[in-house]
């Protein structure tokens, strides 16, 4: 995508070879590039959030790999590199196969010529991760176009947390439908949460959807359901950072209230993910999908902008009182129209999962 006519990609190598980064946690306000030297700084950009989304960890993981075996191409580093970047984050499913899928190339390999491969895959994965998501805007776009045809009149789409290209290498899940509609003339319009307590909808989605010049309105979390009631949303689709093999969906925090008030309200609500955020493994979301609990200063305090320019922080509740911080949550299968992934959108039940994915589908509950 583009900033100020500009492309750039969340994540990328420079010329001088060196794993660039958007720090995202000082979205919208100010645009700033870190540089990952080592596989302790990518350990900590995934940890910190300087990036986030699913996709987008694991590719970050995949160059923490990498940058790893510039440094140590050992047995020892390969295998201590994955379980430190492993322990980062709990949920995001991408973050175990980009690490996995890492170990298998590397592993057989000759020390001498980890190096070279392990920026080989990474760089692969990059690459695969943008042509998934075009793919998946590509199927995600005629949903939206077929219920253009039908209004005549703008889309109204409610989206939560930021599913866009700064979740993923470039393109989005969730806004990547968005953008390929909003690009083919398609009128579009797109109600995002602000995503409390972190405001990746506020700061990230506005901040994606402003520099792209589709329109939006940012609104709290809680005016949703009072949106769909008043027949101002014809259609939700949200991303994933995992999902079951019997078609749960794991995304951040505030998701499943979505979803319920469009099942209450008759409202298609879609989920767009990549086939990597599926976890074969597992088909119960509310029992084995781990959720992920955060520091209690995200509850406690807001970042923002000050009326002076400058970028601080403030504190919302009294001194003492305890909070809780679950950053995930599950949306049940019954609830989800569909899933729209590369290969295309198919009901979210185990059996739709598995014909479109029947290589990985004979891996499910194991």
């Known amino acids: 995508m583009k900033i100020d006519g500009q492309h750039y990609r969340s994540i990328w190598l420079d010329d001088k070879d060196d794993v660039s980064i958007i720090d995202q946690t000082r979205l ?16 900590l950009a995934i940890r910190d959030m300087w990036v986030r989304g699913a996709p987008l960890i694991g590719a970050t993981a995949a160059w923490g790999m990498a940058l790893a075996m510039r440094e140590d191409s050992s047995d020892t580093s390969l295998q201590q590199t994955a379980e430190k970047l492993l322990a980062t984050r709990p949920t995001a499913v991408n973050l175990r196969w980009a690490i996995d899928t890492m170990l298998t190339r590397l592993g057989p390999l000759p020390q001498h010529e980890r190096a070279d491969a392990a920026q080989t895959a990474a760089s692969e994965i990059c690459d695969a991760d943008v042509a998934t998501n075009s793919q998946i805007g590509n199927h995600g776009k005629t949903i939206i176009e077929t219920l253009w045809q039908q209004l005549q009149r703008p889309i109204n789409i409610l989206t939560h947390c930021n599913a866009g290209w700064l979740a993923t290498v470039d393109w989005g899940t969730a806004l990547a439908p968005i953008y390929k509609a909003h690009n083919a003339g398609i009128p ?54 995992r999902t079951t093999a019997a078609g749960d969906v794991c ?32 088909s119960d979301g509310l029992r084995d999908i781990p959720i992920e609990e955060r520091d209690a200063r995200e509850v406690t305090h807001i970042q923002g902008k000050l009326e002076n320019g400058d970028i601080s922080s403030v504190q919302l509740p009294p001194d003492g009182s305890p909070t809780r911080n679950p950053a995930f949550d599950v949306t049940p299968a019954r609830l989800v129209s569909g899933l729209i992934m590369e290969r295309g959108v198919c009901a979210a039940t185990p059996a739709a999962l598995a014909a479109l994915y029947p290589e990985y589908a004979s891996n499910e509950g194991k």
């Open 28 to 43: 919208p306000h100010e645009f700033k590039i870190r540089i990952l030297h080592t596989a302790d700084d990518a350990a």
């Open 188 to 241: 579009v319009h797109v109600w995002a949460d602000e995503t409390r307590p972190r405001n990746q909808g506020a700061s990230l989605t506005a901040w994606e959807l402003k520099a792209h010049g589709v329109p939006h309105h940012v609104i709290v979390d809680n005016a949703g359901g009072h949106l769909m009631q008043h027949g101002e949303v014809d259609l939700c689709i949200v991303g994933s950072d």
């Open 251 to 282: 995304n951040k925090i505030g998701t499943y209230l979505k979803a319920l008030a469009a099942r209450d309200n008759g409202i298609p609500f879609y989920v767009a993910l990549p086939g990597s955020t599926i976890d074969w493994t597992i």
